[in-house]
């Protein structure tokens, strides 16, 4: 992959037709990346959602041609559909933004390559719950394994602690990728996804700018999405995925007004997991780069944003060190690349 943030390019429409120009609930968006067998049962898991009006919007982002032409083949004559073609991996984070600006959805439903939505009525329920309950942003599902009961651990981006809670709803401070609903005003309002991030976490940087805003980022367990794990590319970029969660997790605490020193125990912390895993030369350069990266844009948290963010994240956490115990990263990096 390339470290590189302005490789958007222009989605090339192949199949499907855009969305109508009236209104319409939600676009069911998903990002393509070879994966065939995958990518055909999370597009037909978006076509069969019920309840409502919906466009399904897929980007490919640089799939091998074989690929793209077995998916464009599958779905080619399918209604409330759009597959659109890039020429190579913009990355998550600025695939999502241009997979989401091609449509005009009041909310904006997300499913990972590798995922289904448990029911057809996953999207219409996301839709119904952001309506009554107007200050949520984000609408994070429960992500299960296949057996459709056991939550997927490695899914699992909420403080430890709250995990035997999964069933149920409560306010946090992010949200996973692999299926979640955005409300699309609150995504203008908070600016999208931060493409030079290119893979993982975009979902929290995005979250702490709606929070900072007044936004509430809501779990909710009864809107259920399944996790299929593809094994064919479990283990053949880890350093490169450790690289980028510890450069882009120490990048947001510098948009956010930390000083590097004050930074200096995580990145110890992130060392050691890094060598845990059998990948330290990873985990340093990811802190070199994120000491190096200029900082394009400070934030600051308002006072009910850093009020937020204790009651509903912070007091579950602990410290920093019982978090490199708990082995914080190696749970993040189990999970699949999107």
Same mark, same amino acid.
Request: proline content about 6%; some cysteine.
């Given at each position: 992959?390339?470290? +590189?943030?302005?490789?958007?390019?222009?989605? +090339? /429409?192949?199949? =499907?037709? +855009?969305?109508?120009? =009236?209104? %319409?609930?939600?676009?069911?968006?998903?990002l393509a990346f070879n994966r065939v +067998?995958?990518?055909?049962?999370?597009?037909?898991?978006? /076509?069969?959602? &019920?309840?409502?009006s919906f466009h399904v919007t897929v980007l490919d982002q640089g799939s091998a041609p074989e690929a793209t032409a077995a998916l464009v083949t599958r779905f080619r004559g399918a209604g409330n559909f759009s597959f659109y073609c890039l020429a190579q991996n913009s990355g998550v984070p600025a695939g999502r933004n241009l997979v989401t600006g091609l449509g005009h959805g009041e909310i904006i439903i997300s499913l990972d390559n590798d995922a289904e939505f448990d029911n057809p009525w996953v999207a219409m329920n996301a839709v119904k719950k952001?309506? $009554?309950?107007?200050? @949520?942003?984000?609408?994070?599902?429960? @992500?299960? /394994?296949?057996?459709?009961i056991s939550i997927d651990s490695a899914s699992w981006g909420y403080p430890a602690r709250l995990v035997d809670r999964h069933k149920?709803?409560?306010?946090?401070?992010t949200f996973v990728g692999a299926g979640h609903a955005?409300? &699309?005003?609150?995504?203008? *309002?908070? =600016?999208? %996804?931060?493409?030079? /991030?290119?893979?993982?976490w975009e979902e929290y940087d995005f979250s702490l700018r709606a929070i900072a805003l007044g936004w509430r980022i809501r779990y909710d367990g009864f809107l259920t999405v399944i996790h299929h794990k593809p094994a064919c590319t479990k283990l053949c970029w880890e350093a490169e995925r @450790?690289? %980028?969660?510890t450069r882009n997790r120490l990048l947001i605490e510098r948009k956010w007004g930390k000083?590097?020193?004050r930074l200096v125990p995580r990145m110890v912390g992130y060392l050691v997991q890094s060598l845990m895993l059998g990948s330290a030369p990873a985990g340093?350069?990811?802190? @070199? &780069? *994120?000491? $190096?990266?200029?900082? $394009?844009?400070?934030?600051?948290?308002?006072?009910?944003?850093r009020a937020y963010l204790l009651a509903h994240d912070k007091i579950y956490r602990g410290s920093w060190l019982h978090q490199l115990r708990s082995g914080g990263m190696r749970t993040h990096l189990v999970a699949e690349p999107r």
């Open positions: 992959m390339q470290d +590189r943030a302005n490789l958007e390019g222009v989605p +090339r /429409l192949v199949t =499907g037709s +855009r969305p109508a120009l =009236g209104a %319409y609930d939600a676009d069911i968006v998903i +067998r995958e990518t055909e049962i999370a597009i037909a898991s978006a /076509l069969s959602q &019920r309840g409502g952001l309506r $009554r309950e107007p200050d @949520i942003a984000v609408m994070a599902f429960a @992500i299960l /394994l296949p057996d459709k149920t709803a409560f306010d946090t401070t955005i409300r &699309r005003s609150a995504w203008i *309002a908070a =600016g999208g %996804y931060d493409p030079e /991030l290119f893979f993982t @450790i690289m %980028y969660f000083p590097l020193w340093w350069v990811g802190i @070199i &780069r *994120a000491c $190096r990266t200029p900082i $394009r844009q400070q934030h600051k948290m308002s006072a009910q944003g």
